[in-house]
């Protein structure tokens, strides 16, 4: 079980407001990655770390931010919440990027009401 | 943009039964990754095919990669309950990771 750990588990947020969403590992892999899952859509790559301080975006990153200080924390905010950001964000981590094919480890996720 | 289409979306079988669940997309993949999850976790790699043709078996689970590494497929012999859960495929091409929607199995006592 990989030392993932996200906060809050679960939260509730009025439209309009920030949210900051925390992912914690222990494992030291350089690759962070935080995507959303909602009916129909699947996993979808919001942003990603390679390193502290380096951050791409992915697919569907309108509306979020991240922050990777340290190797260990990576943050999701919300800058002003919307309803179409009610969703189960998952963290990921990995030892090498995506195009090593290296196995993804995910957290249990953050399930976010905005209402 | 690179689509990974599972099927069926659904599927509800009774234990030992077997089943298998499709993976397919236009685009060849550098290699692909099955994952499970059950509610309220997050997906567990189940296994990664990186070669066409291959095949990998996990006990009773049987994945395959197709030859043009275009497609994938798992079998499962024998379900059991706690096989219930969604199935999730994933592609790499370049560097970019995609995943299918899943297959959501539930295996009935």
């Known amino acids: 079980d990989a030392g993932i750990t996200q906060s809050p588990r679960h939260k509730v947020t009025e439209t309009g407001t920030p949210v900051t969403l925390r992912c914690h590992q222990t494992?030291?892999?350089?690759?962070m990655y935080w995507y959303r899952q909602d009916p129909g859509h699947g996993l979808r790559l919001i942003h990603y770390s390679y390193g502290v301080k380096d951050t791409d975006k992915g697919e569907v990153s309108d509306g979020y931010s991240v922050s990777r200080s340290k190797t260990e924390d990576f943050l999701l905010t919300l800058e002003s919440a919307t309803s179409s950001q009610t969703s189960v964000y998952f963290c990921?981590?990995?030892?090498?990027?995506?195009?090593?094919?290296?196995?993804?480890?995910f957290g249990n996720g953050t399930r976010l009401t905005v209402t | 943009t690179q689509l990974l289409e599972q099927s069926p979306q659904f599927l509800s079988i009774q234990e030992g039964e077997n089943l298998t669940v499709y993976c397919n997309s236009s685009s060849v993949f550098s290699s692909l990754q099955w994952y499970r999850q059950e509610p309220g976790e997050g997906p567990v790699l189940l296994v990664t095919?990186?070669?066409?043709?291959e095949v990998k078996k996990l006990k009773r689970l049987t994945f395959q990669f197709g030859d043009a590494r275009k497609d994938s497929s798992l079998h499962i012999t024998a379900a059991q309950p706690g096989d219930t859960g969604l199935y999730l495929c994933a592609g790499t091409s370049g560097s970019r990771l995609t995943f299918g929607e899943g297959t959501q199995l539930t295996v009935n006592p």
């Open positions: 990921a981590i990995s030892r090498a990027g995506s195009s090593s094919g290296s196995p993804l480890h």
């Open positions: 494992e030291n892999h350089r690759y």
């Open positions: 095919v990186v070669t066409g043709g």
